[in-house]
């Protein structure tokens, strides 16, 4: 299944725009652990210019880059892609093939599908937001964001979009964690003790998309997408698994 395909069906779900170049970078996995590095330290500059962080706001938020650096090299054959912000400003997905022969994506199309539709989605969420850095923030409390809500409408609206593409697709959502046969490496990286807590969690990413279909069956795509641009309509954490308590508070 290519890109070629897959992006209008993106773009037809979400009601979003496709971006006037859709990035996909393909690295080894040295170079993944580099660059997802560096997207992190973008992101903490742009924090920077845009809060006029206090000093030891940002020697914080540089150590704990600094401390974290550890977890792509315990993670990569477990990430699929990382969408983030490249060093010109546009949205790109950075993906290891490596990763994705150890995941079993290479060897099972309808999985392959779900994750090019998945991180093609955050292409489209960063057009839409007009690349505003908060939504790839280091620091969202000093921006006064929830991150666990931001987590959640985020990366649930991704998995909801790929599961739309993919039951078009193959007449039924796709698992890649279910259908994908895993390398022997990406079973060992999963039995790291804690390894499951450097991420969103599965339950995350499923709950959020519940709240967008939710908020998808009662109001169209159109309400969903008005907090691309107004991020005082992100739900909340405790919103994420109530969508009626955030449709009152948004006054719909």
């Given at each position: 299944?290519?890109?070629?395909?897959?992006?209008?069906?993106?773009?037809?779900?979400?009601?979003?725009?496709?971006?006037?170049?859709?990035?996909?970078?393909?690295?080894?996995?040295?170079?993944?652990?580099?660059?997802?590095?560096?997207?992190?330290?973008?992101?903490?500059?742009?924090?920077?210019?845009?809060?006029?962080?206090?000093?030891?706001?940002?020697?914080?938020?540089?150590?704990?880059?600094?401390?974290?650096?550890?977890?792509?090299?315990?993670?990569?054959?477990?990430?699929?892609?990382?969408?983030?912000?490249?060093?010109d400003g546009q949205s790109?997905?950075?993906?290891?093939?490596?990763?994705?022969?150890?995941?079993?994506?290479?060897?099972?199309?309808?999985?392959?599908?779900?994750?090019?539709?998945?991180?093609?989605?955050?292409?489209?969420?960063?057009?839409?937001?007009?690349?505003?850095?908060?939504?790839?923030?280091?620091?969202?409390?000093?921006?006064?964001?929830?991150?666990?809500?931001?987590?959640?409408?985020?990366?649930?609206?991704?998995?909801?979009?790929?599961?739309?593409?993919?039951?078009?697709?193959?007449?039924?959502?796709?698992?890649?964690?279910?259908?994908?046969?895993?390398?022997?490496?990406?079973?060992?990286?999963?039995?790291?003790?804690?390894?499951?807590r450097l991420g969103p969690?599965?339950?995350?990413?499923?709950?959020?998309?519940?709240?967008?279909?939710?908020?998808?069956?009662?109001?169209?795509?159109?309400?969903?997408?008005?907090?691309?641009?107004?991020?005082?309509?992100?739900?909340?954490?405790?919103?994420?698994?109530?969508?009626?308590?955030?449709?009152?508070?948004?006054?719909?």
């Amino acid at each position: 299944m290519t890109l070629h395909k897959v992006a209008p069906m993106v773009a037809e779900t979400t009601g979003l725009s496709l971006p006037p170049t859709v990035r996909f970078r393909l690295m080894t996995p040295a170079a993944w652990r580099h660059e997802v590095r560096e997207q992190r330290l973008r992101s903490l500059v742009r924090d920077i210019a845009e809060l006029e962080m206090r000093p030891e706001d940002a020697s914080a938020a540089r150590l704990a880059i600094k401390v974290t650096g550890f977890v792509p090299v315990l993670v990569w054959p477990l990430v699929l892609g990382a969408t983030g912000v490249g060093a010109d400003g546009q949205s790109e997905t950075l993906i290891a093939p490596r990763a994705l022969r150890h995941s079993g994506l290479l060897k099972h199309e309808p999985s392959l599908t779900q994750m090019a539709s998945h991180e093609l989605s955050h292409q489209v969420q960063d057009a839409a937001s007009g690349d505003d850095g908060l939504w790839h923030t280091t620091v969202p409390h000093l921006r006064n964001l929830d991150a666990r809500g931001l987590s959640g409408f985020v990366e649930g609206h991704a998995h909801w979009t790929d599961q739309q593409v993919t039951t078009l697709l193959y007449g039924r959502p796709v698992d890649y964690h279910q259908e994908a046969p895993r390398s022997l490496r990406y079973r060992l990286h999963t039995s790291i003790p804690g390894v499951r807590r450097l991420g969103p969690s599965r339950a995350a990413y499923k709950q959020g998309a519940l709240f967008i279909r939710d908020a998808v069956a009662e109001h169209g795509v159109d309400l969903v997408n008005r907090v691309w641009k107004d991020v005082t309509l992100l739900p909340t954490a405790e919103e994420i698994f109530d969508p009626e308590a955030w449709m009152r508070r948004i006054a719909v």
